[in-house]
């Protein structure tokens, strides 16, 4: 791979260089250029959608967008999210020890976008490459992690067309028997068909009661919001059991013994059971509820000893699929039991449909992973965070999600964290799993 420069790089020196210009959402232009001339001297095409901060995003092309070849994308982000406060290390540093590496975006999602480059790159030179019944794009955007309107809902609505694609594949789960309990005999690879609906809400209550903090009213904003937000945060939300999730505990059953094994094939027969179990796992129960997290409390006033007239609260919520936002808002007013908070709704996306798993683009996907993990087998799921994927879903363009390669517990939590780190070899078995793939389709995907 040549680098920025253009003289010849491992993948993970190229990593490096990319870590070490930070990225924060909002501030991708002076990364984006580095990856931009990465791809153009390893003689990728490059068609801009957006050349400034939070609206710099690029395609690099196998062969050019108007060749009217249908397009698989590969799609990425630059941005990262700010530096941890818990950070024992540099975290633009890119330094590599022991066979890892550092560095915010070291997995998200500049280690994933490395894989995806490196494995297009990877058959640059195949003698068949210009007989391919496809074109292979990288397609890199902005602020993903702050969902602005600059990146990939900005190339969508102008530039779709010219993208062209026929499948996009993008951020999704590591293998995933490494992350769970249980008795699996083989690897056990994810790769998402959907994720949840985000549906960000502000609340925000006003009062007339104001002034010295020494007297206390009888009711003021701060207290009747606070009133407000433990009804809705104690409220148990409700276990949701829908064909994704029951399938996907079907699917996981298999890797267990006796009486776990029977309640995981037979959710709904041992639903009491299982839903009490669930609950216990909040990382499992995300994908069978909706879920409310109360992200930000704030009011007018920093004194300590005035009152505010104001107070507000967010909420992070991660609706199921099939739920009616407006029934969820509903139930939400009727929780708060305060009809002078008023609700407002931040941000929502458009409803999408779930990716089929019959078509050529997932098949080939698997065996792609299969041909690279001999013994693995693959699942379709349903991911709880939300990520660009749902843009083109709500296009009705197929999307799939997946980190192809072992991603221990601690690599797992140290995304958006602390000291965030991948093993090198992570690198290049991800790359190899898209070329993989790449080559199956360049004979025509069958």
Not at 40 to 69: C, H, M, W
Not at 98 to 115: E, F, L, S, W
Not at 240 to 264: E, P
Not at 339 to 349: A, H
Request: net charge negative.
């Amino acid at each position: 791979m040549k680098s920025f420069d253009g003289s010849y790089a491992d993948v993970e020196a190229v990593l490096q260089e990319y870590i070490r210009i930070p990225s924060v959402s909002g501030q991708e232009r002076k990364a984006g250029d580095f990856l931009k001339a990465v791809c153009r001297n390893n003689g990728l095409i490059i068609s801009d959608f957006g050349t400034e901060d939070g609206q710099y995003n690029f395609a690099a092309s196998v062969f050019p967008l108007n060749s009217g070849k249908p397009n698989i994308v590969f799609l990425n982000h630059i941005d990262v999210v700010p530096e941890s406060d818990s950070q024992s290390r540099d975290p633009y540093s890119g330094n590599i020890e022991d066979g890892v590496i550092y560095g915010r975006g070291t997995i998200d999602n500049k280690g994933a976008a490395m894989m995806q480059l490196f494995g297009i790159l990877s058959v640059m030179q195949e003698p068949n490459l210009a007989q391919s019944p496809y074109n292979f794009t990288f397609l890199a955007v902005s602020c993903e992690e702050t969902q602005c309107s600059g990146g990939v809902s900005y190339v969508n609505e102008h530039h779709f067309a010219e993208l062209n694609p026929s499948v996009v594949f993008g951020e999704g789960p590591s293998e995933l028997t490494s992350l769970m309990e249980g008795e699996f005999t083989q690897p056990v690879f994810g790769i998402s068909v959907i994720h949840k609906k985000p549906l960000w809400i502000e609340l925000e209550l006003k009062s007339k009661t104001n002034g010295h903090g020494s007297i206390t009213p009888l009711t003021y904003a701060n207290k009747e919001l606070v009133a407000a937000l433990e009804k809705l945060t104690r409220k148990k939300p409700k276990a949701i059991y829908n064909d994704i999730n029951i399938k996907f505990l079907k699917d996981i059953a298999q890797h267990y013994k006796g009486g776990k094994k029977m309640v995981l094939k037979n959710p709904k027969l041992f639903r009491p059971v299982l839903t009490g179990q669930l609950r216990s796992h909040p990382e499992l129960f995300a994908l069978f509820t909706n879920t409310i997290t109360l992200t930000n409390i704030y009011s007018n006033s920093n004194a300590v000893n005035k009152l505010s007239s104001v107070a507000g609260a967010q909420l992070d919520c991660r609706l199921l699929p099939e739920t009616n936002e407006q029934e969820f808002l509903g139930m939400i007013k009727k929780t708060l039991k305060n009809d002078d908070i008023k609700i407002t709704v931040l941000k929502t996306m458009p409803k999408h449909q779930v990716s089929s798993t019959e078509t050529i683009y997932y098949k080939n996907l698997s065996l792609a992973i299969q041909e690279k993990y001999p013994e693995s087998k693959t699942m379709d799921m349903m991911m709880p965070n939300i990520n660009d994927l749902g843009s083109f879903r709500a296009q009705n363009i197929p999307a799939y999600g997946t980190l192809p390669i072992f991603c221990d517990t601690e690599e797992v939590r140290s995304v958006h964290g602390k000291d965030e780190h991948l093993h090198i070899s992570s690198l290049y078995n991800g790359a190899e799993v898209f070329e993989n793939f790449i080559k199956r389709m360049m004979a025509g995907g069958d």
